[in-house]
Structure formats: structure tokens, C-alpha cells
């Protein structure tokens, strides 16, 4: 495995599962919260749903698709996004539930559409026993530099030109968005709320990871090739660093981020933090061979890094050398896999996630 130029800060301060829930968890949550994502709101807001069209034999396939519009209301308005639910026609029992935070074009998720694609196989996915669901990040802040005045934020923020220095970034606006899409989903009786999971490919990779760190009712995340700010550890990464993801997307992060431009090494947080506040729910993370700019062996030494604040539960962590490509490496509740190939989501990544997910203990008694 690949040691960077210095260690990251220590995970853990104390031995103990309890000290780590009460003490330690909290802090690393508002150091990266105030440091790189920032701040989005807790409370003051509420969240409904609506069932907004219905599709039967979506993408041709017999699997049913529900629009449904989330609308959230914040003291300065209303904000309304759709997402896409994907059910079997066929089915038993609530089911389990695969969230896709998707970053790329509608399409991709949209039931009218007569593509199906890898980045979403819904029908592979409804095979092997899951409802898919998916947002469109753009659909909850616009993935453009725009002062964040077409977002979701602007319900929230009366003066967004003197923003403070931890305020949230689009990243935790996606993350927000995607919370409010499992403010709906857990109640649907068709869907099973204990087993709903958040996965994301590249930037909505990095959104994944941070929203199950601050929502616990995500049963597990799938950072896909999520790199610089997501899975990588920051610290002797190879391809992107943060003065790069700060130039080119100024708006992801909060204004504090910027401060570390150049400054990896004096951080006080490196990115094994983020995974390890999932534990010790399951976490998958998979990187491309081609994908250096993502860099896949600083996102497999985060996935081993992380592993400390899973034995503090009990659980196992990731442990040995950098796997061969298509070599799925699972650690009780962390699973990493290296597929061959470029920056991208597969149907190869969706099944060696499924295949994780089925081998956990409280996944397959269900
Ligand atoms: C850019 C960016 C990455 C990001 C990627 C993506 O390449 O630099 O950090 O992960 O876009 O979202 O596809």
C-alpha cells in the first residue's frame, strides 16, 4: 500500500466505542462540516412529497416509475426538485433501496427515456432485489459558479453576497437534497427504510459519502471514483489536490476550504475522517484503473485508514496490499473494489456493490 509524504492527523483519540459516538465522531464532524463542506441547515425547514406522474414499463423493461416532487419550504420560501422511483412490477416485502445521486444528465434517470446505461442498469438493479431511485444534483443547486441564487439555498440565505466562511457549498446542498429524497422514501410502505442507500459517481460521489456521514438513516454509501475531497486521502494525492478542486469548482465547498490551498500537509483533517464517520455502517468505495486524476490508491488507503473507527464496533476493516483490478476486497463492513477502466460508473460497480451489500449479516436476514 501507498504511504503518503506525511500521515494524516489521527483518527482516534480514545479506545472506545462510546467516547468515539460522544466525543470524537462529533468533533470530526464539525471540523470537516466548518472546514471543507460547510454548514447546511439542521432544522427551520420542512419537507413533503407528491406523486407526480407515473410511468408504466419504464425503459421497456416491467418495472414501474414513480415522479414524485419534493418540496421544501424554509422561512424565505418553497423549494421543489423531483426524483425517480423505480419499483418491480413483481415484488415481495419491502424492499431495499439504491439512491443514486445522479451528476450527469437526466436521461440517464428519466423513465422517457429510451437509454439505458450502465451509470443507472435499473434493470439490473430491480433483478437482484432493489428499488432505484435517483435526484439530479442540478435539480437542488445548479452546478454552476451563480452565486448560489438558483439553488436550494437561496431559500434559506437572505443575503448571499456576504456568505459566511463555513456556510454550505453545493456538495452539502446535494447532500440536502438527497436527505430530503429519504425524508420521502422512508415512508413509502413499498420500500424498506432500515435498508436505503446512498451511491454517487465522481462529485456525487463525494456528495454520497458526506450525506450518510450526517444521515444516519443511510444504511451504507458507494463512493464511485470519487477522488479529491471525497474517498482519496488528501495528503500525498496524486492527480487533483485541493487548490485544483477549488480553482475549477469554487462554490462545491465552503469559503474555509480555500484556506488549505497548497496546505495539505498542515491540515487537521484528512479524508479517512469522512469514511469513518459512516462507521460501522456498511461503506463501499471503487476506484478506475485509468482514473489517476482521482487518484485509486489514496482512495483505497482512506478505505484501510477508516477501518480504526470500525473495530471500535467490532467490525473488521480493509487490510493488505492495493488490489489487482477486478479483485473485490471485502472487510466485513468495508468493501473496496479497482475496476479496469476510465473515470465512470458500470454496471460492473453497481453489481460488486449489490454483491457487498447481500453478504452483510443484518442485510441478507431480512
Ligand atoms: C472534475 C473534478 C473532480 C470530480 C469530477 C466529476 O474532474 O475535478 O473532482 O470528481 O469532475 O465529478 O466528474
Redesign the pocket.
Given at each position: 500500500m501507498k504511504v503518503p509524504s506525511s500521515l494524516p492527523p489521527v483518527l482516534l483519540k480514545e479506545t472506545s466505542s462510546e467516547t468515539w459516538e460522544n466525543s470524537r465522531r462529533p468533533e470530526l464532524l464539525a471540523l470537516l462540516r466548518d472546514e471543507v463542506y460547510g454548514a447546511a441547515p439542521l432544522r427551520g425547514f420542512s419537507t413533503r412529497f407528491s406523486l407526480s406522474e407515473e410511468t408504466k414499463d419504464a425503459m421497456h423493461t416491467k418495472i414501474d416509475c414513480r415522479a414524485y416532487t419534493v418540496t421544501v419550504s424554509a422561512p424565505l420560501g418553497e423549494y421543489r426538485f423531483p426524483f425517480y422511483l423505480y419499483l418491480p412490477q413483481q415484488r415481495k416485502g419491502p424492499l431495499p433501496v439504491l439512491l443514486l445521486i445522479n451528476?450527469r444528465e437526466r436521461g440517464l434517470i428519466d423513465p422517457k427515456s429510451s437509454r439505458t446505461d450502465g451509470f443507472f442498469p435499473v434493470a439490473e438493479l430491480t433483478a437482484r432485489g432493489f428499488a432505484a431511485a435517483a435526484l439530479l444534483t442540478k435539480d437542488v443547486d445548479t452546478d454552476q459558479d451563480d452565486g448560489f441564487q438558483n439553488g436550494i439555498v437561496r431559500i434559506f440565505e437572505s443575503d448571499l453576497s456576504h456568505r459566511a466562511p463555513n456556510a454550505w457549498g453545493t456538495i452539502a446542498a446535494w447532500a440536502f437534497g438527497a436527505s430530503r429524497v429519504m425524508d420521502c422514501l422512508s415512508q413509502l410502505p413499498e420500500l424498506d427504510p432500515a435498508r436505503i442507500s446512498a451511491v454517487g459517481?465522481?462529485?456525487?460521489?463525494?456528495t454520497a459519502l458526506w450525506c450518510a456521514a450526517n444521515d444516519r438513516r443511510f444504511y451504507s454509501a458507494y463512493s464511485s471514483?470519487?477522488?479529491?475531497?471525497?474517498a482519496a486521502i488528501t495528503r500525498g494525492k496524486q492527480g487533483?489536490r485541493v487548490a485544483?478542486?477549488n480553482r475549477?469548482?469554487p462554490y462545491?465547498f465552503c469559503q474555509n476550504y480555500k484556506n488549505w490551498n497548497g496546505r495539505e500537509e498542515e491540515m487537521p483533517f484528512d479524508q479517512q475522517m469522512l469514511l469513518a464517520l459512516i462507521a460501522p455502517r456498511p461503506l463501499y468505495v471503487g476506484s478506475a484503473t485509468e482514473d489517476l486524476?482521482?487518484d485509486p490508491q489514496a482512495e483505497f488507503l482512506s478505505a484501510c485508514l477508516a477501518g480504526e473507527a470500525y473495530r471500535l464496533y467490532g467490525e473488521k476493516g480493509l487490510a493488505g496490499e492495493f488490489p489487482a483490478p477486478e479483485t473485490p476486497l471485502h472487510g466485513g463492513r468495508i468493501g473496496y473494489h479497482l475496476r479496469t477502466g476510465e473515470?465512470n460508473l458500470t454496471a460492473y460497480d453497481w453489481q460488486r456493490y449489490i454483491d457487498f451489500l447481500q453478504g452483510q449479516p443484518d442485510f441478507a436476514v431480512k
Open positions: 451528476n459517481h465522481s462529485r456525487g460521489g463525494k471514483c470519487s477522488g479529491c475531497t471525497g487533483e485544483d478542486i475549477a469548482f462545491w486524476w482521482a473515470h
